[in-house]
């Protein structure tokens, strides 16, 4: 079936001159000149791609851009003159497949037409299969989750590949920015091109220019050869700029220039090379507020976020977790070559699915690496995971929060996360798990100790419990006398303990002056000292070792380092 397409421009010359070369591509081709003419046409004819200006004697581009995008997917691309960015911008955003500069080159005119021609090709693809189309099925096995906020994140992914336009992604570290330019790469036209990373924070400041645009042998000292720039690379492709807030305000002129007229000129060279690259974009930052403090350049803001995409956070997509915990085990397997992917027990994801994940998906997969080289076994446990504990009851209420959504999912036919049902609850007052056990733990506390009551709450959906400092019994050396004082100790009142410590002090001096020195020399007294310290704090916190080691300073793994040297039991009755 022969291709056709719809040419509006009111330059006689320039009409005949692309509707040449589309024959020549054997593409068949109607000219309009106007803007109500061009309307006519494409009301009475199917077209598999429309080329048209964006100034005519009658009206806008602009209106037939909007006129077609929004009934139909056909791709459309956009003419513009020098000058006239800011409406190629415009139109990229209400839905242009991609913008031609003049004066026209014929070269950029037929790679546009031939990835016109590849978008329908994947559409007619994508029609004339009965099940997932293959774009579908590569964004479900690479883009991991199911949750509410996914469903429209991969809808748009799938409409930007689609398009030529410059993407921004924004989003929290660790969230997969990377991941989801890939993918708007592997979807896209540019799919047999190459895909070129570049972390813009990584490259010195002096070496930017070169590693962009290359140089030629001898433009500079050390310059032996010439050398491909990162532009050059990208040709025919996807240029990713990780971390372009990063990018210093020399560079940003340059990459501006770059972006806008898709020529790049090498270090020493005395011409312009045209490039044919998309740009995609990603930073953790604000560049928004980055370019009202002036540390960033609006132009070049206004280049890359033509459209912008933003990436949910993992405690926003919470149902996710078992699913990523699974596919993540499933690649450390193979990547350790282990007989089996270790599985996760109900408690453990349980805890998770209640962790508050500053490091997002990155942080998730850190875990799980901890947690497989801590298992001795294929079974991961809460215990493993290296979190903070839940108790028996905290564990239970947990799981049957998640029960309920699941069955609340199921009766609505919509996925909400327990993480919105816990930022509900905050708003709302007790109407959650997670305020239940805050209130019935505040209570506990404030029966025991009011002044314990104002500690500061975790973020988890459970209570820290703050003890009172242990300087209070550095000098109680007989074990007897810890276990009379530790438990008297956590009711009373912190302010007591300046005066007990002064008067520990006290002794200590006297002690030295009579000189009454350790009998069995200096290292055993100390040794003796910090084991009975660790002793009255882990018996102050039930022998839970986290939450000891937060109380004395110091962290989990060296406590436990610490245990094993002064021979102190995991759970000592003495």
Not at 61 to 81: C, D, N, Q, R, Y
Not at 88 to 105: M, R, S, T
Request: a negative charge; one cysteine or more; glycine letters at 4%.
């Amino acid at each position: 079936m022969t291709t056709t397409a719809l040419v509006v421009d009111d330059e006689v010359d320039l009409c005949r001159l692309m509707q040449i070369t589309l024959t020549k591509m054997g593409i068949k081709s109607d000219v309009a000149y106007t803007l109500s003419q061009a309307k006519t046409y494409w009301q009475a004819n199917d077209y598999d791609f429309c080329l048209t200006d964006l100034k005519l004697p009658d009206g806008s581009g602009l209106e037939l851009v909007k006129h077609i995008s929004s009934s139909s997917s056909t791709p459309i691309a956009v003419i513009t003159a020098h000058g006239s960015m800011d409406l190629a911008i415009e139109a990229l955003k209400l839905g242009a497949f991609d913008f031609v500069n003049k004066p026209l080159e014929l070269p950029r005119l037929r790679q546009l037409v031939e990835n016109a021609l590849k978008v329908i090709h994947q559409d007619n693809a994508a029609k004339s299969t009965p099940e997932r189309s293959p774009e579908q099925q590569m964004l479900d096995s690479r883009l991991i989750g199911d949750s509410a906020v996914m469903h429209p994140l991969k809808n748009t992914i799938l409409k930007l590949a689609r398009s030529q336009a410059p993407v921004f992604l924004s989003g929290a570290s660790g969230t997969g920015k990377e991941v989801v330019a890939r993918l708007i790469h592997d979807l896209s036209p540019r799919r047999d091109g190459s895909f070129v990373p570049v972390n813009c924070g990584a490259i010195p400041s002096e070496l930017m220019e070169s590693e962009f645009f290359g140089h030629k042998k001898g433009s500079f000292t050390g310059a032996v050869a010439d050398k491909q720039g990162l532009f050059q690379q990208a040709n025919g492709g996807t240029l990713f700029l990780d971390e372009v807030a990063d990018l210093p305000l020399a560079m940003q002129v340059k990459l501006l220039r770059a972006i806008q007229e898709k020529t790049v000129r090498a270090i020493g060279d005395t011409k312009e090379v045209p490039v044919d690259i998309r740009i995609l974009s990603a930073t953790h930052k604000d560049l928004n507020q980055l370019v009202h403090a002036g540390s960033f350049r609006q132009d070049l803001y206004y280049r890359i976020n033509v459209i912008e995409l933003k990436l949910p956070t993992l405690n926003a997509r919470r149902d996710d977790i078992p699913v990523l915990a699974k596919h993540f085990l499933t690649l450390i397997a193979d990547e350790r070559q282990l007989e089996s992917p270790p599985t996760l027990t109900n408690a453990a994801c349980a805890r998770l699915q209640h962790h508050d994940f500053a490091g997002n998906v990155r942080e998730l997969r850190n875990i799980l690496e901890r947690a497989i080289t801590l298992a001795e076994t294929s079974t991961i446990d809460a215990s493993h995971l290296g979190l903070a504990d839940f108790d028996n009851q905290q564990l239970e209420n947990a799981q049957e929060a998640i029960a309920e959504v699941e069955q609340n999912n199921n009766a609505d036919k919509a996925t909400l996360s327990s993480n919105a049902i816990l930022d509900k609850s905050e708003s709302l007052g007790a109407q959650s798990i997670k305020d239940n056990v805050v209130k019935n733990n505040v209570e506990a506390v404030e029966k025991d100790s009011p002044q314990q009551a104002k500690a500061t709450i975790s973020p988890y959906p459970t209570i820290t419990q703050h003890y009172p400092s242990m300087n209070a019994h550095a000098a109680a050396s007989p074990t007897a006398q810890l276990d009379k004082t530790a438990p008297s100790a956590m009711s009373e009142p912190l302010s007591n303990e300046a005066n007990e410590q002064e008067k520990l002090d006290k002794s200590i001096k006297e002690e030295v002056v009579a000189g009454q020195l350790p009998a069995q020399g200096l290292e055993h007294y100390l040794q003796e000292q910090e084991r009975q310290l660790i002793i009255t704090a882990l018996k102050q916190t039930n022998w839970n070792k986290t939450q000891a080691a937060e109380l004395l300073g110091t962290t989990f793994r060296s406590l436990r380092y610490r245990m094993s040297k002064l021979e102190i039991a995991e759970n000592q009755s003495e």
